[in-house]
């Protein structure tokens, strides 16, 4: 949209305005289409200056004024002036070349004496008012004059700073690669120190395992033997309330059940008795040979446990 606007031209603390015809999008003071008149708040009354014929043209187009430049456009009448170039009447005929729509002009204060100032615009005769107003035009043509130059300036500002940035761009990629090297050569010295820790840490772990092995392996005997002395324990009791009920004790056989195995010279209790004969140990030529294979032999047997283990020992050794 194009937008009938201000744009600041005065100095610091000096604020004078053009009256532009600028797009919608243009920063505030930035780039404009046309200049079509100024406005000058420090004077008193305030001055404004409207290339009237031109502001009929914009508007005709669509063109949208701002909310000062309306109130400026109001003071000057160009709504009815519009209507009637809409409704087919010339430009020229209906707008005035140059109109100054001064300001209402503050009240003074009563009682207080006032110095003589210079007079304003709209107090001048109209000779001297001509030459203002050609002094204006001169200054505002001089700012534009300025204006293609400064632009000017930005653009080589611009273009140079571009340059600047292509030279740097060379070393930027080189700071860039020369970076990458270093994190490389670092990765790769630091490859072997990660790799030793590392066969460190596998050794040092089997060295660990190869130390608790033992202690594996003895916790287990220790569970087993204890395994087999509560399964013999409890074979134990189970034979005693069997031969509590039935009347029978191993201490003393009753003499009408004698054993039949070669084992029976060896005074063995029932129960274990019973448990070799199952285990297919009849003499005690074959225990004897069974023993010989170590306490872990035995202690295989179903039923036989480290007790009856000392047992078999203790009457081997009585039986010569």
């Given at each position: 949209?194009?937008?009938?606007?201000?744009?600041?031209?005065?100095?610091?603390?000096?604020?004078?305005?053009?009256?532009?015809?600028?797009?919608?999008r243009?920063?505030?003071?930035?780039r404009?289409?046309?200049?079509?008149?100024?406005?000058?708040?420090?004077?008193?009354?305030?001055?404004?200056?409207?290339?009237?014929?031109?502001?009929?043209?914009?508007?005709?187009?669509?063109?949208?004024?701002?909310?000062?430049?309306?109130?400026?456009?109001?003071?000057?009448?160009?709504?009815?002036?519009?209507?009637?170039?809409?409704?087919?009447?010339?430009?020229?005929?209906?707008?005035?070349?140059?109109?100054?729509?001064?300001?209402?002009?503050?009240?003074?204060?009563?009682?207080?004496?006032?110095?003589?100032?210079?007079?304003?615009?709209?107090?001048?005769?109209?000779?001297?008012?001509?030459?203002?107003?050609?002094?204006k035009?001169?200054?505002?043509?001089?700012?534009?004059?300025?204006?293609?130059?400064?632009?000017?300036?930005?653009?080589?500002?611009?273009?140079?700073?571009?340059?600047?940035?292509?030279?740097?761009?060379?070393?930027?990629?080189?700071?860039?690669?020369?970076?990458?090297?270093?994190?490389?050569?670092?990765?790769?010295?630091?490859?072997?120190?990660?790799?030793?820790?590392?066969?460190?840490?596998?050794?040092?772990?089997?060295?660990?395992?190869?130390?608790?092995?033992?202690?594996?392996?003895?916790?287990?005997?220790?569970?087993?033997?204890?395994?087999?002395?509560?399964?013999?324990?409890?074979?134990?009791?189970?034979?005693?309330?069997?031969?509590?009920v039935?009347?029978?004790?191993?201490?003393?056989?009753?003499?009408?059940?004698?054993?039949?195995?070669?084992?029976?010279?060896?005074g063995?209790?029932?129960?274990?008795?019973?448990?070799?004969?199952?285990?297919?140990?009849?003499?005690?030529?074959?225990?004897?040979?069974?023993?010989?294979?170590?306490?872990?032999?035995?202690?295989?047997?179903?039923?036989?446990g480290?007790?009856?283990?000392e047992?078999?020992?203790?009457r081997?050794?009585?039986?010569?």
């Amino acid at each position: 949209m194009v937008r009938i606007r201000l744009r600041r031209v005065g100095a610091k603390k000096k604020p004078t305005y053009r009256i532009v015809v600028a797009d919608q999008r243009s920063p505030r003071d930035g780039r404009f289409i046309e200049n079509i008149g100024h406005y000058d708040p420090r004077t008193d009354p305030p001055t404004v200056v409207i290339h009237e014929a031109r502001a009929l043209h914009w508007l005709s187009v669509g063109a949208q004024p701002s909310g000062p430049v309306e109130r400026f456009f109001n003071k000057l009448n160009l709504a009815d002036k519009l209507k009637a170039v809409r409704g087919g009447a010339e430009i020229d005929s209906v707008a005035t070349p140059r109109v100054v729509a001064p300001q209402a002009t503050p009240a003074k204060p009563k009682g207080k004496a006032t110095e003589p100032k210079a007079a304003a615009v709209a107090d001048l005769p109209a000779a001297d008012e001509s030459i203002v107003e050609r002094a204006k035009d001169a200054v505002a043509g001089a700012v534009d004059a300025v204006e293609p130059m400064v632009e000017g300036a930005v653009e080589a500002t611009k273009k140079a700073a571009h340059k600047a940035a292509e030279v740097a761009e060379p070393v930027i990629d080189d700071v860039v690669e020369t970076t990458k090297k270093v994190a490389h050569t670092v990765a790769a010295a630091a490859e072997p120190v990660i790799e030793d820790v590392v066969e460190t840490t596998k050794k040092a772990a089997h060295a660990v395992a190869e130390a608790a092995e033992p202690v594996v392996e003895s916790v287990a005997d220790t569970a087993k033997k204890a395994t087999h002395a509560v399964a013999e324990a409890v074979a134990d009791a189970a034979h005693a309330v069997a031969d509590a009920v039935s009347g029978d004790d191993d201490a003393a056989p009753a003499a009408d059940a004698p054993s039949t195995s070669g084992l029976a010279a060896l005074g063995l209790s029932t129960r274990v008795e019973h448990a070799l004969i199952e285990a297919g140990i009849d003499t005690p030529a074959e225990l004897t040979a069974k023993v010989a294979e170590g306490d872990d032999a035995l202690l295989a047997l179903a039923g036989i446990g480290a007790k009856a283990v000392e047992e078999i020992r203790e009457r081997l050794g009585q039986a010569g």
